[in-house]
């Protein structure tokens, strides 16, 4: 079994910041692609960044320049630093990765999702 749990959200002030951590855990052999996605209330989950295993990124327009995300494979988990917060950056976060468990396998995995809220 594998798991994927993401922690660090909550309630915060516009410009302010926040980081996300999502946690891999089980019978594990190697993580591939690790990615953040977000869904607002009425809208369809968006990809927000994603982070190849050898570190190459790419960033909604939405978030360029404010979002960072990062990973620690050899703890198997990622991160995503979150800047200049904006109301409109509210939303449930979840961490998605493609995992593999043995050699030449692999399969796609969701957290359960934290929910972010930027508001005064």
């Known amino acids: 079994q594998v798991q994927l749990v993401e922690s660090g959200g909550g309630l915060v002030q516009p410009g302010g910041t926040m980081r996300l951590s ?19 209330p009425g809208k369809q989950r968006e990809l927000v960044a994603a982070i190849t295993r050898g570190g190459n990124t790419n960033y909604a327009d939405s978030v360029k320049g404010r979002f960072t995300i990062s990973r620690d494979n050899a703890k198997n988990t990622m991160f995503l630093q979150m800047n200049t917060l904006k109301p ?12 593999s ?4 396998s692999s399969n796609n995995y969701w957290g359960q999702g934290t929910q972010v809220t930027v508001s005064s």
């Open 22 to 40: 999502c946690a891999a855990s089980g019978s594990i052999f190697s993580i591939y692609t690790m990615a953040w996605y977000r869904q607002a």
């Open 88 to 99: 409109e950056d509210t939303a449930v976060y979840y961490c998605n990765a493609d995992i």
């Open 101 to 104: 468990q043995r050699l030449l």
